[in-house]
């Protein structure tokens, strides 16, 4: 989308700047070269300058380093004609002047240049005249002194429906539950009186709620496109400045403008950097510069229902719990659109999508490619298929093929090969069994995905080496024999350690970090737990195993006693877990020679070798646990 044009300026602007421009011209020449200005004098021989001393025609004398200016008098002794000469080395000079009362001083004297004074006074007002209405018009022609430094003037991006390049609900995907909340605002822009009729109202504010990358800005693009009507577009941080009442003057400029567009979209990305809520800060009714844009914000969301403009707001974050609660009611956002990762068909909409820009073999399979890729939001997949672009092009294919797109997967979730790290044989050995004790403790665990390769190839910043396992399907539910199992397939590598090597390294610190959170999220949030029953012991906890990830949030306030509980039942967890995958490994242990001695030929072991090997893994019985 392109931005509008600005305004010509007036008559008078242009004026001012060619003075300007002027002004500011005749000052650096006369600063470069002073002399052209002023009135040159005539040149004498430093000995007849001298023998006019003797003879008591000097009247004053101007030595410099370079130039002797000296005055004669005339007739009537009276002050006459001015002259210059080259001195010389004279360290008589000036007793000879005193002697014969010359007045002599080191500056050069000031000539009668009369052009030069009027200009000395006119130039100046001119040139402060030009820079004034220079910054004027940069503000966009504002009147006062706030407007001449543009301070007040918001900064919104104006699209215009008759831009180059369009973007309609066609290019977005993945997220059609998002897409249908926001066709109803199109077709109110379009036909609103199909909704005045029936008595309805149309939401004034719509906030999109979802985690990064996952098209929210995409989305709002897409609204303007095809509604057809000017879409302000501006960042929640571009509101705040250094001066104070700088954001609030913006906020009211920026709705004053799309008033006058009406009706037409005002699109606020990441809102929460204006619209935290008040409470949180401490200073509740405060000075704030936030708070005060964040009022102003508020009080012109309210003004809407004056008049018949008909201006909604966008706006986008992905932390909707720090927002303000007077920005959630009803009258202001009135309607929250959550867009979330997409689902197997979203992923697979979304790579045909990105697909199509880049040369792909017919051979590709794109659904096999979004079954590898759970949990992956817009921009990533984005991000996957320009990967495996790059990776054909270094490699200079022509089209990108089904491996591409497998090394891409492995670069975004495993990071980049570090064949550069060369271990040595033992610490190659320990990682060798390490990621097989993974790959046989997994291949038994219903709750976890499909082991698709095994590598002792080093990768990113810390991996050694990795176990890819991949899920056939998309899931939101896991139970808790599941999740014990997901524990036991972390330790397993451990495990193998333990059973091969007879002690430790720190290669398992990962997956101890892992496998203590899930068990503690078993507990203090999903409530599996025969000692502590069902009872929430985190504050604000995913209810969800397939949350965002990140840190853990803190524990409600509980006594000595039950920290203690919860201590001991999350570390019995894991120690279930952990013997659970010793047993495997113990049991299967001339299996686990034997793909650990493959692996550290091969370095990688994948596809139908893998699975064939895989196959062979002896479950355990019952009462083995």
Not at 73 to 90: A, E, H, V, Y
Not at 362 to 374: C, E, M, S, Y
Not at 375 to 394: K, Q, S, W, Y
Request: with cysteine; aromatic share 6%; glycine share 10%.
């Amino acid at each position: 989308m392109s931005i509008k044009d600005r305004p010509r300026p007036s008559w008078p602007a242009l004026v001012s700047r060619i003075l300007f421009l002027a002004g500011l011209g005749f000052l650096i020449l006369n600063l470069v070269f002073p002399q052209a200005f002023s009135p040159k004098p005539q040149q004498v021989p430093y000995s007849l300058f001298i023998n006019q001393v003797n003879d008591n025609e000097v009247a004053r004398a101007y030595v410099g380093q370079d130039q002797i200016r000296y005055q004669l008098k005339d007739s009537n002794g009276d002050l006459g004609q001015i002259l210059s000469t080259n001195p010389i080395f004279d360290m008589e000079l000036p007793q000879r002047l005193e002697d014969h009362s010359v007045e002599f001083a080191a500056a050069p004297p000031k000539g009668n240049n009369w052009f030069g004074s009027i200009l000395s006074w006119v130039i100046p007002p001119l040139i402060f005249v030009g820079i004034f209405q220079f910054f004027m018009n940069r503000g966009g022609g504002m009147g006062g002194p706030q407007g001449a430094l543009s301070i007040n003037k918001n900064k919104a991006k104006v699209y215009v429906e008759d831009d180059e390049t369009k973007v309609g609900f066609a290019d977005v995907a993945g997220v059609e539950e998002a897409k249908t909340e926001l066709e109803e605002i199109v077709e109110f822009l379009k036909n609103p009186q199909r909704y005045t009729d029936i008595g309805a109202r149309i939401p004034k504010g719509v906030l999109l709620v979802g985690p990064p990358g996952t098209g929210k800005t995409l989305l709002a693009k897409a609204v303007a496109g095809e509604a057809g009507v000017s879409f302000f577009s501006i960042s929640g941080s571009e509101f705040v400045e250094l001066f104070v009442g700088a954001g609030a003057a913006r906020v009211r400029d920026l709705f004053e403008q799309a008033k006058k567009k009406a009706p037409c979209i005002i699109f606020i990305d990441e809102l929460d950097a204006i619209g935290k809520s008040r409470a949180n800060g401490g200073f509740v009714g405060g000075n704030d510069e936030r708070e005060q844009t964040l009022n102003q914000l508020l009080t012109e969301m309210d003004g809407f229902a004056a008049g018949d403009a008909t201006v909604i707001v966008l706006a986008a974050t992905n932390r909707p719990e720090t927002l303000d609660p007077a920005l959630l009611r009803p009258g202001r956002f009135d309607r929250q659109v959550l867009v979330d990762r997409p689902d197997l068909p979203g992923r697979l909409k979304i790579l045909e999508i990105y697909a199509a820009k880049v040369k792909i073999d017919p051979a590709v399979d794109l659904k096999a490619i979004a079954t590898r890729t759970p949990g992956f939001a817009g921009a990533d997949l984005a991000n996957l298929v320009n990967e495996a672009a790059l990776l054909a092009a270094r490699a200079q294919r022509t089209t990108v093929s089904q491996a591409d797109f497998a090394e891409a997967i492995e670069r975004v979730v495993a990071g980049l090969e570090k064949k550069s790290r060369v271990l040595n044989d033992k610490e190659k050995k320990i990682v060798a069994y390490h990621e097989v004790g993974h790959a046989l403790v997994g291949a038994l665990m219903p709750g976890g995905g499909k082991v698709a390769k095994i590598s002792i190839v080093p990768r990113g910043m810390a991996a050694l080496g990795y176990t890819l396992q991949m899920p056939t399907e998309d899931r939101f539910l896991m139970s808790e024999s599941e999740l014990r199992d997901q524990i036991a397939t972390l330790l397993g590598g451990r495990a193998a350690e333990e059973v091969v090597f007879g002690s430790i390294t720190t290669g398992a610190a990962n997956d101890l970090q892992r496998a203590t959170d899930l068990a503690e999220r078993m507990v203090t949030t999903y409530g599996m737990s025969d000692i502590l029953g069902p009872l929430a012991y985190e504050k604000g906890g995913q209810n969800n195993f397939l949350g965002d990830g990140g840190m853990m949030n803190p524990r409600r306030n509980v006594s000595d006693e039950t920290a203690k509980a919860i201590d001991q039942e999350v570390k019995d967890i894991v120690e279930q877990g952990h013997q659970q995958a010793l047993a495997i490994l113990r049991q299967n242990r001339d299996l686990l020679e034997t793909i650990a001695q493959q692996i550290l030929e091969a370095e990688v072991i994948e596809g139908d070798q893998l699975q064939g090997l895989l196959e062979q893994v002896k479950a355990l019985e019952p009462a083995t646990v």
